[in-house]
T-cell receptor, first 115, second 110 residues
Framework: DGGITQSPKYLFRKEGQNVTLSCEQN?????MYWYRQDPGQGLRLIYY???????QKGDIAEGYSVSREKKESFPLTVTSAQKNPTAFYLC??????????????FGNGTRLTVT | LAKTTQPISMDSYEGQEVNITCSHN???????ITWYQQFPSQGPRFIIQ???TKVTNEVASLFIPADRKSSTLSLPRVSLSDTAVYYC???????????FGTGTQLKVEL
C-alpha cells in the first residue's frame, strides 16, 4: 500500500545538536510538506517542495532546513538555531501543488524532544 | 492569505448530527476548501473537499454558501470514534501556502 513513512516515531536530542527527521513517500506525489504541531495547537507550515530540487519556506522556517534530492524523500533538519524545537512534526505529500488542489496525505509524525 | 476561523471545541452525543463551521472571509476565486480529521499522535486524514454548494461522501457533507466566505462540515449520526480534532484548510493559491485553521476539538459522549 502506498503511503508516507516518518521515522523515527520518537526522537530525543540534547540541546545544541542538529537532528534530521526522515520522510519517505511511495505515492509518486510531486509536492511534499513539513508541518509543526505544538500541544493543543494547529499545524504550522515549515517548508514545502513543489518538485524535486525545489523547496520554499513556509510560515515558520527559521531554525529548520530541508532538501529534496529525490522525489520520494523530503528530510527535515532541526538545527541548533531553532529556539523551541520540542514538538510533533508531520510530513505530508500531495499529487500536485498548483492548479486543482489535491488532498494532502500525512505521515504519522515524529515526536521530537530536546532537553 | 486566507485565514480560517473555527470554534475551539464542540460537544455532542452519539447518534446526533454535528455541524462544524469554518469562516474564511478572504477566500480567493480558485481556492478549494478541504476538511481533515486528526486523532491524537496521528497525522490528519482527509475527509472531504469542495468548491461551492454541497458535496457529500460516505462519511460527511460539506455545505458552502454562494459567497464562499464560510463552509460547514456536517457529520451525520456521530459515534464515540468521531471524537477528534477537525481542521478546515483553504488552499491559498495566490500565496502558494497551505495554512490550516486552529481546528475544532469534537468530543462525542454516550
Amino acid at each position: 500500500d502506498g503511503g508516507i513513512t516518518q521515522s523515527p516515531k520518537y526522537l530525543f536530542r540534547k540541546e545544541g545538536q542538529n537532528v534530521t527527521l526522515s520522510c519517505e513517500q511511495n505515492l509518486n506525489h510531486d509536492a511534499m510538506y513539513w508541518y509543526r504541531q505544538d500541544p493543543g495547537q494547529g499545524l504550522r507550515l515549515i517548508y514545502y517542495s513543489q518538485i524535486v530540487n525545489d523547496f520554499q519556506k513556509g510560515d515558520i522556517a527559521e531554525g529548520y532546513s530541508v532538501s529534496r534530492e529525490k522525489k520520494e524523500s523530503f528530510p527535515l533538519t532541526v538545527t541548533s538555531a531553532q529556539k523551541n524545537p520540542t514538538a510533533f512534526y508531520l510530513c505530508a505529500s500531495s499529487k500536485s501543488f498548483g492548479g486543482v488542489f489535491s488532498p494532502l496525505h500525512f505521515g504519522n509524525g515524529t515526536r521530537l524532544t530536546v532537553t | 492569505l486566507a485565514k480560517t476561523t473555527q470554534p475551539i471545541s464542540m460537544d455532542s452525543y452519539e447518534g446526533q448530527e454535528v455541524n462544524i463551521t469554518c469562516s474564511h472571509n478572504n477566500i480567493a476565486t480558485n481556492d478549494y476548501i478541504t476538511w481533515y480529521q486528526q486523532f491524537p499522535s496521528q497525522g490528519p486524514r482527509f475527509i472531504i473537499q469542495g468548491y461551492k454548494t454541497k458535496v457529500t461522501n460516505e462519511v460527511a457533507s460539506l455545505f458552502i454558501p454562494a459567497d464562499r466566505k464560510s463552509s460547514t462540515l456536517s457529520l451525520p449520526r456521530v459515534s464515540l470514534s468521531d471524537t477528534a480534532v477537525y481542521y478546515c484548510l483553504v488552499y491559498t493559491g495566490g500565496g502558494n501556502k497551505l495554512t490550516f485553521g486552529t481546528g475544532t476539538q469534537l468530543k462525542v459522549e454516550l
